[in-house]
T-cell receptor, first 113, second 113 residues
């Protein structure tokens, strides 16, 4: 039972390059989320998808786009990477409206040089 | 004022002592409260959830909620070096939306032998 799977685990990009972070969950959860975590700032929500077919902005959406491909998969795209996007990215999922908390993926450590 | 506030620490306790971690939140209508443990370089792991005023115990962990004071705490009894981690408080509720969590920046706990 894999839970929430994120790929890749590590990535180095040059400024201006694009990439997509992949996330998939096998728990039949309705809601999925992308967070970034920076030292001293905790987890900040980038985008979320309350259910298949819907996506909404979170606290820090600028520079990112998302796609809820189906119920299992939720991807995060950086169109033109900037050094300020250097961070650890976590995908998470929840059963219904986060009332039971999230299950997190293992994270992607992204460095933009 | 941040929506969820925690002391950053580090909170240093001797092995076998009780560690007390505190969290305050600003949204009086918040309904669900969670504690996550995050080891260095790893993803957050849900360890406790609490929904009503009072105490909830699970093994060595006790979560305490006081909605009138907008305060939630986590007590760890008989602290072990393996408890050394960052503890994140998370809240859902009206201002953040029921379908997403707002996280505090975390408190780093160090348990020394």
């Amino acid at each position: 039972n894999a839970g929430v799977t994120q790929t890749p685990k590590f990535q180095v990009l040059k400024t201006g390059q694009s990439m997509t972070l992949q996330c998939a969950q096998d728990m039949n959860h309705n809601s999925m989320y992308w967070y970034r975590q920076d030292p001293g700032m905790g987890l900040r929500l980038i985008y979320y998808s309350a259910s298949e077919g819907t996506t909404d902005k979170g606290e820090v959406p600028n520079g990112y786009n998302v796609s809820r491909l189906n119920k299992r998969e939720f991807s995060l795209r950086l169109e033109s990477a900037a050094p300020s996007q250097t961070s650890v990215y976590f995908c998470a999922s929840s059963e219904v409206e986060a009332n039971y908390g999230y299950t997190f993926g293992s994270g992607t450590r992204l460095t933009v040089v | 004022q941040k929506e969820v506030e925690q002391n950053s620490g580090p909170l240093s306790v001797p092995e076998g002592a009780i560690a007390s971690l505190n969290c305050t939140y600003s949204d009086r209508g918040s309904q669900s409260f969670f504690w996550y443990r995050q080891y260095s370089g790893k993803s957050p792991e849900l360890i406790m959830s609490i929904y009503s005023n009072g105490d909830k115990e699970d093994g060595r962990f006790t979560a305490q909620l006081n909605k009138a004071s907008q305060y939630v705490s986590l007590l760890i009894r008989d602290s072990q070096p393996s408890d050394s981690a960052t503890y994140l408080c998370a809240v859902n509720g009206p201002s953040g939306g029921y379908n997403k969590l707002i996280f505090g920046a975390g408190t780093r706990l160090a348990v020394h032998p």
